[in-house]
């Protein structure tokens, strides 16, 4: 592949070795970590500044989700085929998106993708409330807005992903990663939550005005923090496409990202069919009522924040290759309360705990996926890596969608969960043999390539 001499050498999964004090260890020879630039001055408060910013940015993300399906169906009168339509455009940039983002974060300045992407979705969010002043909102304007904001959506995420690494020191990555993993699942709750809240006391064009506003306070913080060093443009650029086939096949290429990679991409399948379907059988078969589908979600966000924060300290005690594991498994088990329920109360709590117990564990794996990958990728090619994860995970998405529906036409909805609940597990049962098996430690952060 291009670029492949300058290149740390991988190793195979055979020179995972059993380790001293009865557990294993990955001895994997990584190549010795560079001595770390210094970090910048008052590095905790950049990371700080920074997160601030997205939350903004995530709530603002989580208040247009609630708010243009609201305006499609109420204003626009939107038929179901129109609305399904939007929400497939909305998980579409992930699918179509997320490969070339990542590609393109490699070759730009970090900060600057971040400011003009948040800028760009302040200006769409924005163009909506115009449309409707005056009077030539549509649903073909709709589905525009939708799309676009979806792929600024994707492209600012991937730049967020790579410079947190920038601002953080190595030693306390995890930690950082898993802060921006809280922020992110609390503030998409929040955002929905504050979409609800405001489109109950006002109009929908006022809901994304303060979307608007939002995206111009992340673009703010964004500007306060260090400007971080170019990083070095390599000697053998290719195409863009070139560039993606290259994330591709580090990512395949690696031992211990080529199995993360393909178990995330089973789970986010598997996650997707049961997410399609979920609702609808919580409302009609198990009878949790509005109130009891919101009690679920809000409980099932809190686990996802506690799963985020303990990551680190679970990491550290019982190593990253255990927690996967044990995370992984835990997942598809604390689904079945879901196929076993029936109407009532005491049905609806225990849903919300395996809910809060499905998400935490969820968070806690993604943290330190995230950290492994961060750790085992060059910093050239740390956005094409993440990418690479985003993409088989959440592009998925709207596949998985189209899987459930059919799946639910002919064999109805429960057959439907327990088809997702299937897949869940044996992604589970797949990374067992794997050498994550055997990761007792965060590995040592790969270098960055010298140009040539």
Same mark, same amino acid.
């Given at each position: 592949?291009?670029?492949?001499?300058?290149?740390?050498?991988?190793?195979?999964?055979? /020179?995972?070795?059993?380790?001293?004090?009865?557990?294993?260890?990955?001895?994997?020879?990584?190549?010795?970590?560079?001595?770390?630039?210094?970090?910048?001055?008052?590095?905790?408060?950049?990371?700080?500044?920074?997160?601030?910013?997205?939350?903004?940015?995530?709530?603002?993300?989580?208040?247009?989700?609630?708010?243009?399906?609201?305006?499609?169906?109420?204003?626009?009168?939107?038929?179901?085929?129109?609305?399904?339509?939007?929400?497939?455009?909305?998980?579409?940039?992930?699918?179509?998106?997320?490969?070339?983002?990542?590609?393109?974060?490699?070759?730009?300045?970090?900060?600057?993708?971040?400011?003009?992407?948040? %800028?760009?979705?302040?200006?769409?969010?924005?163009?909506?409330?115009?449309?409707?002043?005056?009077?030539?909102?549509?649903?073909?304007?709709?589905?525009?807005?939708?799309?676009?904001?979806?792929?600024?959506?994707?492209?600012?995420?991937?730049?967020?992903?790579?410079?947190?690494?920038?601002?953080? /020191?190595?030693?306390?990555?995890?930690?950082?990663?898993?802060?921006?993993?809280?922020?992110?699942?609390?503030?998409?709750?929040?955002?929905?939550?504050?979409?609800?809240?405001?489109?109950?006391?006002?109009?929908?064009?006022?809901?994304?005005?303060?979307?608007?506003?939002?995206?111009?306070?992340?673009?703010?913080?964004?500007?306060?923090?260090?400007?971080?060093?170019?990083?070095?443009?390599?000697?053998?650029?290719?195409?863009?496409?070139?560039?993606?086939? /290259?994330?591709?096949?580090?990512?395949?290429? /690696?031992?211990?990202?080529?199995?993360?990679?393909?178990?995330?991409?089973?789970?986010?399948?598997?996650?997707?069919?049961?997410?399609?379907?979920?609702?609808?059988?919580?409302?009609?078969?198990?009878?949790?009522?509005?109130?009891?589908?919101?009690?679920?979600?809000?409980?099932?966000?809190?686990?996802?924040?506690?799963?985020?924060?303990?990551?680190?300290?679970?990491?550290?005690?019982?190593?990253?290759?255990?927690?996967?594991?044990?995370?992984?498994?835990?997942?598809?088990? %604390?689904?079945?309360?879901? %196929?076993?329920?029936?109407?009532?109360?005491?049905?609806?709590?225990?849903?919300?705990?395996?809910?809060?117990?499905?998400?935490?564990?969820?968070?806690?794996?993604?943290?330190?996926?995230?950290?492994?990958?961060?750790?085992?990728?060059?910093?050239?090619?740390?956005?094409?890596?993440?990418?690479?994860?985003?993409?088989?995970?959440?592009?998925?998405?709207?596949?998985?969608?189209?899987?459930?529906?059919?799946?639910?036409?002919?064999?109805?909805?429960?057959?439907?969960?327990?088809?997702?609940?299937?897949?869940?597990?044996?992604?589970?049962?797949?990374?067992?043999?794997?050498?994550?098996?055997?990761?007792?430690?965060?590995?040592?952060?790969?270098?960055?390539?010298?140009?040539?």
């Amino acid at each position: 592949m291009s670029g492949t001499n300058s290149t740390p050498p991988r190793p195979s999964p055979a /020179d995972v070795v059993e380790a001293d004090r009865g557990r294993t260890q990955d001895t994997t020879p990584l190549p010795t970590r560079a001595p770390a630039a210094a970090a910048p001055a008052g590095g905790n408060r950049a990371v700080t500044i920074f997160l601030t910013g997205e939350a903004a940015s995530l709530t603002g993300t989580g208040l247009h989700t609630v708010v243009l399906p609201v305006l499609a169906v109420l204003a626009l009168h939107a038929s179901p085929a129109q609305a399904s339509c939007l929400y497939l455009l909305s998980q579409a940039p992930y699918l179509l998106f997320a490969l070339p983002a990542g590609a393109i974060v490699d070759r730009y300045p970090v900060k600057t993708v971040l400011i003009t992407t948040d %800028l760009a979705a302040a200006a769409l969010v924005a163009a909506v409330p115009a449309t409707v002043a005056l009077s030539t909102l549509t649903m073909p304007v709709l589905y525009t807005v939708t799309l676009v904001l979806g792929a600024v959506t994707v492209l600012h995420q991937a730049a967020a992903s790579v410079i947190l690494v920038q601002l953080s /020191d190595p030693s306390h990555l995890h930690q950082a990663t898993a802060r921006q993993e809280a922020v992110l699942g609390a503030a998409a709750t929040i955002g929905l939550h504050l979409g609800t809240g405001i489109l109950a006391i006002t109009t929908a064009t006022r809901a994304l005005a303060v979307d608007s506003a939002s995206y111009l306070v992340s673009a703010w913080c964004t500007s306060k923090i260090p400007t971080q060093p170019a990083r070095p443009a390599p000697a053998d650029r290719t195409t863009l496409t070139g560039e993606i086939r /290259d994330g591709l096949r580090h990512t395949l290429d /690696d031992p211990i990202l080529r199995p993360l990679a393909l178990c995330l991409g089973a789970t986010g399948a598997g996650a997707g069919v049961i997410t399609a379907v979920s609702a609808w059988y919580l409302l009609t078969a198990v009878k949790v009522g509005p109130t009891g589908l919101g009690v679920i979600m809000g409980v099932s966000g809190a686990g996802y924040l506690a799963g985020a924060l303990a990551s680190p300290r679970l990491t550290g005690r019982y190593g990253p290759g255990a927690v996967l594991i044990a995370s992984v498994a835990l997942y598809p088990l %604390l689904g079945i309360p879901l %196929l076993t329920a029936r109407p009532g109360p005491v049905w609806t709590v225990v849903l919300a705990v395996a809910g809060a117990g499905q998400l935490a564990a969820a968070a806690c794996a993604t943290a330190t996926v995230r950290t492994v990958r961060q750790r085992r990728c060059p910093p050239e090619l740390l956005a094409r890596t993440q990418q690479t994860a985003t993409w088989l995970v959440a592009g998925s998405r709207p596949l998985a969608a189209l899987a459930a529906s059919v799946l639910a036409s002919a064999a109805g909805v429960w057959a439907t969960l327990l088809a997702g609940t299937l897949v869940l597990a044996g992604a589970a049962l797949a990374l067992w043999p794997s050498p994550i098996r055997n990761l007792s430690r965060l590995p040592d952060a790969i270098p960055a390539s010298s140009p040539e």
